[in-house]
RNA sequence: GGACAGGUGGCCGAGUGGUUGAAGGCGCUAGUCUCGAAAACUAGUAUAGGUGUAAGCCUAUCGAGGGUUCGAAUCCCUCCCUGUCCGCCA
């Protein structure tokens, strides 16, 4: 959300913002808005005005005439009488245009950060730096069949249940995903400064209005025949931590973690992706937030991307960063780098992480402000998040990358202390069921 | 899920439908006093919005949203949240 005396004030930058999205002028709407709403808003204080004072009177003589009437209270009773069609429909003319102009507001995308490169899409980000080298491989195969071999990666019994993009993880595969879960949460819990946090998995509407998923993205997400809708990312519930709240500014930053499994109705994205475990309607993710001052945040973007950069690198995963293009970066994001990693199987790098910094953008939605000792106003906080990183993904991205030629995976060293002493998962043979695996 | 009881400023807590943005207390800030501090005393102490060069003026806000009324913290309805008891349950 925007503040609208800044627009009032500078419409060119929010349009050239705008523009930079892809998006066509959009203050002139705004501020026309904007203007019919104040002046409905000044005619209707106005007559409120007026209203209060005569009843004021009106309290006042029947004070004195011990709750009698006169002819001076029956005249100022009539003349408020006359103000109450009036005032009954300036009161829903101002309703109407506050909330369209609302409404309007709340689907416009942030203003891109003046750091990020203008694009319009994937192919225009920019890489900011490579780390690790992927290992050549003679005919590598990808987390489907390694994972199959293995007899720990089932999607057709998923289907049955739940039916496409579900996947079912066995033995040696569903605690390598549970061994990579904990030792990020531990990274980032022990190394990086956050605090760990066990949050909601399913959220009112408020919430995803907070962090910037509706209006605009409902077809996007899951909802309960309760109302209630199922997160697409923790950092909705992260985020959400500090609705409505006044911190302190020594409290600053905060910086939380979680692990939580992710649902996404994947809408819009048929045929993209549908072989494997890459884009699944749940995942489970381990996601970092960060709450800051607003002078803080871009160093704390930079702060982010590192504790993420982190994992893959005790994993020992290539992987390489890149700043997303303006055409690129989601609603609530001002500046954005992701974290793509080397997946042999596809002999390409693929998006494992996701860190932006969203400013005060979600902090205006959900009135999260924060006060710096001695001063009496408040300002808005600044929000970040990124994932910390992807468990399906960086479960794929292990598989791919410590495979060997004999079809078995090597465990790497990082998770060996959350593999109870097993070093390498072994492919099993063919199985009648398939549903039996090796330990 | 059922039955009660509640939700008032940073906190506690009063509040008969009428000059109540809201008593009183605590806390906080400043001043007086003091060598200094404490105590005491005095004063100040919400947020958002509109309007104005400004001082200011106006509007809204007593969990949220509707309604009744000339006028609502107060009466009515719906919802949310908290507590207690019962039921159910990992």
Same mark, same amino acid.
Not at 259 to 273: I, Q
Not at 413 to 434: N, T
């Given at each position: ?31 026309? *808005? ?42 100022? *009773? ?119 946090? /066990? ?37 909705? /519930?992260? $985020? ?36 494997? %475990? ?19 945040? %871009?160093?704390?973007?930079?702060? *982010? ?34 974290? =793509? ?33 001695? =001063?009496?106003? $408040? ?39 959350? %593999?109870?002493?097993? =070093? ?16």
């Amino acid at each position: 959300m925007f503040d609208l005396k800044l627009i009032r004030d500078n419409p060119d930058f929010f349009d050239s913002g705008w523009k930079r999205r892809g998006l066509p002028p959009q203050t002139a709407q705004i501020l026309a *808005m904007d203007e019919t709403r104040r002046t409905v808003m000044t005619a209707l204080q106005e007559l409120l005005a007026k209203r209060n004072e005569a009843s004021k009177q009106i309290g006042v003589l029947k004070g004195k005439l011990k709750g009698g009437t006169n002819d001076e209270v029956e005249a100022l *009773m009539a003349e408020v009488a006359g103000y109450k069609d009036k005032l009954a429909a300036l009161e829903e003319d101002e309703k109407k245009h506050s909330a369209a102009l609302n409404d309007f507001l709340s689907t416009l995308p942030n203003i891109p950060h003046e750091t990020v490169p203008d694009g319009g899409g994937e192919k225009d980000n920019v890489e900011v730096r490579r780390i690790g080298q992927p290992k050549g491989m003679n005919n590598p195969k990808d987390h489907v069949d390694i994972g199959a071999a293995l007899g720990g990666m089932d999607f057709e019994t998923a289907a049955k249940m739940s039916g496409a993009r579900f996947v079912l993880l066995r033995s040696g595969i569903a605690r390598l995903e549970r061994a990579i879960a904990q030792f990020m949460l531990d990274t980032h819990t022990g190394e990086h400064g956050y605090t760990e946090m /066990s949050v909601p998995l399913l959220v009112r509407d408020e919430a995803l209005y907070g962090t910037g998923q509706l209006p605009k993205f409902a077809d996007d997400l899951f909802k309960t025949g309760n109302g209630l809708w199922m997160i697409p990312t923790s950092e909705v /519930s992260l $985020t959400n931590t500090v609705l409505g709240d006044i911190l302190e500014a020594d409290e600053l930053p905060l910086r939380l973690t979680a692990l939580t499994p992710c649902f996404r109705s994947e809408a819009g994205a048929a045929g993209k992706d549908t072989r494997g %475990m890459i884009r699944q309607h749940q995942f489970y993710k381990v996601e970092m937030v960060s709450i800051t001052e607003e002078d803080k945040s %871009m160093d704390e973007l930079d702060r *982010m991307v590192g504790c993420a950069e982190n994992i893959l690198k005790k994993l020992d995963l290539p992987f390489r960063t890149v700043t997303l293009c303006t055409g690129d970066m989601g609603f609530s994001a001002q500046k954005t780098f992701d974290i =793509e990693v080397f997946l042999p199987g596809q002999n390409a790098y693929r998006e494992i992480s996701s860190c932006s910094n969203c400013g005060d953008f979600q902090a205006r939605r959900m009135m999260a402000r924060y006060k710096k000792a001695g =001063e009496k106003a $408040t300002r808005f906080v600044h929000t970040l998040n990124g994932s910390g990183v992807a468990v399906g993904r960086c479960l794929i991205a292990v598989l791919e990358n410590y495979q060997q030629a004999d079809g078995s995976v090597v465990i790497p060293d990082a998770l060996k202390p959350y %593999m109870g002493g097993v =070093e390498k998962l072994e492919p099993v043979g063919e199985r009648k069921s398939g549903k039996v695996a090796n330990a």
